[in-house]
């Protein structure tokens, strides 16, 4: 597995403020702290249940779900810890490459439809620690794609390279992709933006999916507890050399 991953294409990303990639471009925040936590809590459920392949969902767009997915691999790839597969699974409306700056390149769509190895279409990003696997554009018939014995190879292909696989999907109300994903992964977080879709849709939407797969919900924009916690996060780091 080593000597195959490692012939893959390095990369190098061109991170933006718009990213909003917290765990790497403001490391000692309470926003990157919450994707440590939730690192914490899936090391704990993979050693309890062998959960490795997650997708991340929302009800409808504009919640923050690919924000979220970004930041949850870079957490649980900090360090060197694991080794991490990020999937660009909306193939309606990619947006990871391109939060990352990167360079449109034959994807998941191009393995779906001419049946090549996902492993060369993967990318290292060298300064986030990460793989990428970029949807390679918007795909005109994704949900055919995505529910065909192809896409469950791909998954399989993708558990033997990496410890975890992490998929950015498509938001669960408007299109009927995620019913066609939900079967290749372990388990699923839901992301909701505080004060702006409602609870009803919400509800009927993670009814769609299904709740046995549930493994949390990221709620986000939460102002009330970022003012309590805020103070404690206004200080220095403390910066350690090597040996300490």
């Not at 691999?73 to 900090?78: G, K, N, R, T």
């Not at 300064?127 to 696997?133: A, E, H, R």
């Not at 795909?139 to 529910?147: A, E, F, K």
């Not at 998929?167 to 109300?173: H, I």
Request: hydrophobic share 40%; with cysteine; aromatic share 6%.
């Amino acid at each position: 597995m080593d000597d195959e991953i490692s012939r893959v294409e390095k990369v190098e990303a061109h991170i933006r403020p718009e990213s909003r990639l917290v765990v790497y471009s403001d490391p000692y925040s309470m926003e990157a702290d919450r994707y440590r936590t939730l690192r914490v809590y899936l090391r704990g459920l993979s050693k309890m249940n062998g959960i490795q392949a997650l997708m991340v969902t929302s009800a409808v767009m504009g919640e923050g779900k690919s924000v979220s997915s970004l930041n949850l691999a870079v957490s649980l790839a900090e360090r060197g810890a694991s080794r991490v597969i990020l999937v660009e699974a909306d193939l309606r409306n990619p947006s990871i490459a391109k939060r990352l700056g990167l360079e449109t390149w034959s994807g998941l769509s191009q393995c779906l439809s001419d049946g090549s190895d996902c492993l060369n279409a993967l990318r290292y990003v060298t300064d986030l620690g990460i793989y990428v696997l970029s949807a390679g554009g918007v795909c005109t018939n994704p949900i055919q794609m995505l529910n065909s014995d192809r896409f469950s190879s791909v998954m399989q292909r993708l558990r033997q390279l990496a410890d975890w696989v992490i998929l950015d999907c498509p938001p669960a109300v408007p299109v009927p992709d995620i019913l066609a994903i939900r079967g290749n992964v372990d388990g699923y977080f839901w992301v909701v933006r505080s004060n702006r879709t409602s609870r009803t849709v919400v509800e009927e939407a993670i009814q769609k999916v299904g709740r046995e797969r549930l493994l949390g919900i990221i709620l986000n924009e939460v102002e009330t507890v970022e003012e309590i916690y805020r103070p404690y996060y206004s200080y220095e780091p403390l910066m350690l050399g090597p040996g300490d």
